[in-house]
């Protein structure tokens, strides 16, 4: 039988929580943790490690050309972890770390090749949670860490949504509640000229403008990579991401939902609307997530009390198209899309088995 992934409550800015030492021991030995962010939870591993690094990849299924994120406490290990630290790094740097921007820029050599997919090039953030930023200053090494999930599936924004994954695939888990952003962070190509957005995400396209004094090009919402293939230049690019083992469908606002199946029970989310949309229907679990602060928040939380729910489907009403809501909107098109090409959504997925999860 696996040992059960043990779970350690850490209390907010208790900078010298001995499970903070516990985890530091834990990841300088090779091990995995996975440790609070203001975006979601990720799955830490010592970046400069190989053999730690692909044990993220074991633990969550994930395509190995799906390339990490490199977490840093600071500047200065950020810089150590890129070979190039242009004026425009250093300027969103200063504006929005730490925070949920991630830089793309042409990686160093203490990075290799399992963390980036064999790219030339890395995404490197600070958190801004003090409690990863401790926990990555007591290891004295950056922290490749994805999402602490299974590939593909909900992000989690609580420890029991890691638990209820990855129990028994991981060291560690460090509980600190809830997330407060809620959403990954904005992923942004500092080698591309202008800089582009690969992943939308809390910090805007307008704000990153505003930040360098120039326009930068905006997320493509077609940017979808179907199946694993030569590495990504970016996570969160998979066709199918951040899905629900419950079969999931996206209705546009003043479209009106398909037919369910006679006794289908049904779960309705609601996002950027009214609290008489979709007020015909009877579902056994809805939720309103009325603006895109809520939304960021509790999307993810979402998902997972409806997939936990006795419902057969989960009926999404989208936001509307404007800018406050790009990045959910991104999310909700891959958590809703087929798991293959030409299939609809409608299969339930083995949880124990990531051969066949989304």
């Not at 509790?298 to 936001?319: G, K, N």
Request: proline share 13%.
């Amino acid at each position: 039988m696996i040992p059960a992934t043990p779970i350690r409550s850490i209390a907010l800015d208790d900078l010298d929580a001995p499970a903070l030492a516990e985890a530091a021991v834990l990841l300088r030995s090779g091990g995995l943790v996975a440790f609070p962010t203001e975006t979601v939870y990720g799955l830490g591993a010592d970046a400069t490690n190989p053999a730690a690094v692909s044990r993220i990849f074991a633990a969550k299924g994930r395509p190995p050309t799906n390339p990490l994120i490199v977490h840093a406490d600071g500047i200065d290990l950020a810089r150590r972890c890129v070979a190039e630290w242009p004026k425009s790094a250093d300027l969103l740097a200063r504006r929005f770390w730490p925070g949920p921007l991630t830089l793309v820029l042409p990686r160093s050599r203490i990075i290799p090749d399992v963390v980036t997919g064999g790219r030339a090039t890395v995404g490197v953030r600070v958190p801004a949670v003090a409690e990863a930023r401790a926990l990555i200053a007591r290891v004295g090494r950056p922290l490749a860490a994805p999402s602490a999930n299974r590939s593909n599936g909900i992000s989690p924004t609580r420890a029991e949504h890691v638990s209820q994954d990855l129990n028994g695939r991981i060291d560690l888990i460090l509980d600190a509640g809830p997330t407060a952003v809620g959403l990954e962070s904005t992923v942004l190509d500092l080698t591309s000229d202008p800089p582009r957005i690969l992943r939308p995400g809390p910090i805007t396209a307008d704000e990153i403008a505003e930040a360098l004094g120039f326009p930068v090009l905006p997320s493509s919402p077609t940017v979808a990579i179907a199946s694993p293939g030569p590495a990504a230049a970016s996570p969160g690019l998979m066709a199918v991401h951040y899905a629900p083992r419950t079969p999931a469908i996206r209705i546009e606002p003043g479209e009106s939902p398909p037919p369910s199946p006679t006794g289908a029970l049904l779960a309705v989310i609601v996002v950027g609307g009214e609290p008489r949309d979709l007020s015909e229907l009877e579902p056994c679990l809805r939720i309103d997530l009325p603006d895109p602060v809520a939304a960021s928040k509790s999307l993810y939380d979402a998902l997972h009390r409806c997939d936990s729910s006795e419902a057969d489907r989960i009926l999404i009403r989208m936001p509307p198209d404007l800018p406050p809501w790009v990045a959910i909107r991104d999310r909700l098109r891959r958590a809703t899309a087929p798991a293959e090409p030409g299939r609809a959504p409608g299969i339930r997925y083995d949880r124990e088995d990531p051969r066949s999860y989304r």
